[in-house]
Nanobody, 129 residues
Framework: QLQPVESGGGWVHPGGSLRLSCAAD????????VGWFRQVPGKEREGVSC????????KYADSVKGRFTISRDRDKKTVYLQMDNLKPEDSGIYSC??????????????????????WGQGTQVTVSS
């Protein structure tokens, strides 16, 4: 089954850091856009960050700009989300998602969950003192 796999969630104090990984080794990596989303009970799923083949054009939600950094490793077929200066409101289930797009592709809409075809199971992130 074609599915990205998340890892790296956990519990951290406010101000702390976590790095999430999204392994996409079964995909043709150069042709996928990968997004990170988070969801908390009672709220809609929120697009956090996304990246395409052009690593110079990542997208971030306003709430995480300056604190989160997305990157992709072509050799490892993995996308990372480095989360620094975490806040309690960052808590939630973080999922990565992938979609095939021919190159050249745009990341203009990649924060929308409706763009994606393949979803991981999610990993829990808890920021609490």
């Amino acid at each position: 089954q074609l599915q990205p796999v998340e890892s790296g969630g956990g519990w951290v104090h406010p101000g702390g850091s976590l790095r999430l990984s999204c392994a996409a080794d079964k995909f043709t990596f150069d042709y996928i856009i990968v997004g990170w989303f988070r969801q908390v009970p009672g709220k809609e799923r929120e697009g956090v960050s996304c990246i395409g083949k052009n690593i110079d054009s990542p997208k971030y939600a306003d709430s995480v700009k300056g604190r989160f950094t997305i990157s992709r490793d072509r050799d490892k077929k993995t996308v990372y989300l480095q989360m620094d200066n975490l806040k309690p409101e960052d808590s939630g289930i973080y999922s990565c998602a992938a979609v095939y797009r021919p190159w050249p592709h745009s990341t203009d809409r990649c924060l929308s969950e409706y763009e994606y075809s393949y979803w991981g199971q999610g990993t829990q992130v808890t920021v609490s003192s």
